[in-house]
């Protein structure tokens, strides 16, 4: 069973930067594709950054790109997300996400960490 368990969020200003971290258990984070999510509530979970098995070429949409940068340490089984140049509209419980894209296509979420950037 893999657990994800997200930490790192809190009160910032604008402008400001913030860590997140992810730590995995049950499973190897080098074999799954890993993903940072956010949500508001009252709208869709969306997508922030994503990571290959590998970890070449981290892919953003444009709301993130070119401020957050996602890495893997598979080593120590984590995943962090560097928020950097903060504003209030990155607001939101950021979320952790694994993907194992062959055979079971097991998929596992942690549980959120709350972001509040001030204006």
């Known amino acids: 069973q893999g657990r994800l368990v997200e930490s790192g969020g809190g009160l910032v200003q604008a402008g400001g930067s913030l860590r997140l971290s992810c730590a995995a258990s049950?499973?190897?984070?080098?074999?799954?594709?890993m993903s940072w999510y956010r949500q508001v509530p009252g709208k869709e979970r969306e997508l922030v950054a994503t990571?290959?098995?590998?970890?070449?070429?981290?892919t953003y949409p444009n709301s993130t790109k070119g401020r957050f940068t996602i890495d893997r340490d598979n080593a120590k089984n984590t995943i962090t997300l560097q928020m950097n140049a903060l504003r209030p509209d990155d607001t939101a419980v950021y979320y952790c996400?694994?993907?194992?894209?062959?055979?079971?296509?097991?998929?596992?979420w942690g549980q959120g960490t709350q972001v509040t950037v001030s204006s």
């Open positions: 049950g499973f190897s984070v080098g074999t799954y594709i």
């Open positions: 990571i290959s098995h590998i970890g070449y070429n981290p």
């Open positions: 996400h694994a993907f194992h894209n062959v055979g079971n296509k097991e998929r596992y």
